[in-house]
């Protein structure tokens, strides 16, 4: 079912100490404002943290009996094995953690992932019970040629290739982020942001025939989102909710943002 997401990835920002000074301010902040909480209880929002791999287990002891969502920034395609450096999806589903960031620009452009290797990562965190939140957006290059929805719906094409329209519609959240917008301080206008939005939900109807996945998906916009241009972009009717950066790191930031979008 549809509902509002805000997530905050945290990059490889908070270290151990910053992570637990976040929740201490965080959790506070978000129980005591009954908006939020009656917003969570009746499922209409849901809010989730992405910190550094490191400061997974910190984030989950502290987001403890709350319903705060802790996900991971990255999962290997495997489950176990001879990877040096990389992050079991099967440990971190045991470990409590129920949703993971796939396909996000940086991974892509600093790590190589292509979309044949982010649908080997989707599909097998997906077996292991996590819900990913799945990015997709365009370069400015690629922009001003025209060619963002065609980029676009090739990283969605390749990278969901083989997953059904009911898993697209339950277990994955699209988060469109135009590059050029992120970490930039440019955000994408909210006109811009919700035409893109509308086109992935349109491409999602076309590529499955299933009217109900496409209207059940939760699409996401991300790209230097703040406080201030919250409202703007959450009441778009095709952005489900915010992948939100550098506005995430520290908790007066995100609560606002969360405060914004209900
Ligand atoms: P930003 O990052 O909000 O700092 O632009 C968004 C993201 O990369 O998810």
Not at 184 to 189: D, H, V, Y
Not at 216 to 237: A, F, H
């Amino acid at each position: 079912m549809r509902r509002k997401f805000i997530a905050g990835n945290w990059k490889m920002f908070n270290d151990l100490k910053e992570t637990k000074n976040f929740f201490e301010s965080f959790i506070p902040a978000l129980t005591k404002d009954e908006q939020i909480t009656n917003a969570i209880k009746n499922n209409t929002l849901e809010v989730a943290i992405f910190p550094t791999a490191l400061s997974l287990s910190t984030a989950l002891d502290n987001a403890k009996d709350t319903p705060i969502i802790i996900g991971a920034q990255n999962a290997c395609s495997d489950i176990e094995g001879a990877y040096t450096g990389e992050i079991s999806p099967m440990h971190l589903a045991k470990a409590g953690i129920t949703h993971v960031i796939l396909g996000h620009s940086e991974r892509r452009k600093l790590f190589y992932e292509t979309n044949s290797f982010l649908n080997r990562k989707v599909k097998r965190a997906l077996e292991e019970g996590l819900k990913v939140v799945f990015c997709v957006g365009e370069t400015l290059e690629e922009r001003d040629a025209g060619v963002a929805l065609a980029m676009i719906r090739e990283e969605f094409q390749v990278g969901l290739a083989g997953i059904p329209a009911k898993d697209i519609a339950e277990k994955i959240i699209i988060a469109y982020e135009p590059i050029w917008a992120i970490g930039t301080g440019r955000t994408a206008s909210p006109e811009d942001a919700q035409n893109v939005c509308r086109s992935i939900r349109k491409m999602i109807y076309g590529l499955y025939d299933d009217e109900r996945a496409a209207a059940d998906t939760i699409i996401l916009y991300g790209g230097s989102v703040k406080p201030e241009n919250t409202k703007y972009l959450i009441t778009q009717l095709d952005i489900d909710g915010l992948l939100v950066g550098g506005a995430s790191v520290k908790a007066d930031s995100l609560i606002q943002i969360v405060k914004n979008s209900i």
